[in-house]
């Protein structure tokens, strides 16, 4: 049995028109499973080919609710391409964003409903990431986590210190991003992230025992409100949401 890292969701005010934005913005593809639920893939990808990652976009009643500590950082690979993938994102209806970075090498933008994300400047790391380089969770202890999530999908942590840890949680597919997590300070957060990750089990078949399983690590069970649903909702050990996915 195995989990891994299948995608990220955005909780979203009108997911057709973010998912038009993130699709030309990735160049992926864009399908939809049900009215208010957009998908996004990969070009030559089809869910759930175990060597893709993907979008889910769903909109919700009450976006302005939801406050996720989960971003993502989209991968360059020369200054060149950092400047025209910046100009590209505007375009499109991204804007700065200012969450105290500072003076950094990379741009912090905001999607058109003001979700936070991160153009990286290239970085050797992100070579075989595909467009999003990292999917990156701000935390209290980054140790702490990277050693849940290393053992949730299976992962060695990488370059772990108190402020910062890396997973591959996709080794051995060669593509996907990094999992990442940041120390932050506490407190209640000033900008939006609307987007938690999502678990596929492989075989599919295996999510209770693999629920079963995240549950023994410190993972503890979740509701945001979801109902009667094929998956499962849980929380890590900082309280970040995350779900289980299974047939359906």
């Known amino acids: 049995m195995a989990l891994r ?20 913005a990735l160049g992926w593809g864009v399908s939809s499973e049900a009215p208010g639920v957009t998908n996004l893939e990969p070009e030559g990808v089809a869910w759930p080919d175990p ?48 969450v105290g970075q500072g003076e950094v090498p990379w741009t912090v933008l905001a999607d058109p409903e003001g979700n936070v994300f991160c153009v990286l400047e290239p970085r050797e790391l992100y070579r075989d990431t595909g467009p999003i380089a990292a999917v990156v969770v701000d935390c209290a202890d980054p140790r702490a986590l990277a050693r849940f999530w290393g053992a949730a999908v299976d992962s060695v942590p990488q370059e772990v210190t108190d402020d910062h840890a890396r997973l591959r949680p996709t080794e051995g597919t060669g593509t996907g991003p990094y999992l990442e997590f940041l120390r932050t300070p506490p407190g209640p957060r000033t900008w939006w992230n609307r987007i938690h990750i999502d678990l596929l089990p492989d075989p599919v078949d295996t999510k209770d ?13 979740a509701d945001v409100g979801q109902g009667e649903v094929p998956w499962t909702v849980l929380a890590d050990p900082e309280g970040n949401e995350f779900c289980v996915l299974g047939k359906g």
């Open 51 to 98: 060597t893709g990652f993907y979008i889910d976009l769903v909109t919700v009643p009450d976006p302005e609710t939801v406050r996720y500590r989960v971003h993502i950082d989209l991968a360059t690979t020369s200054a060149a391409h950092h400047a025209e993938l910046v100009a590209h994102l505007k375009d499109l209806g991204a804007t700065p964003a200012d």
């Open 5 to 24: 890292l299948v995608q990220v969701n955005f909780k979203a005010r009108d997911d057709a028109a973010l998912g038009r934005f993130w699709a030309e």
């Open 209 to 221: 025992a693999e629920v079963t399983r995240l549950r023994t690590l410190g993972a503890t069970s």
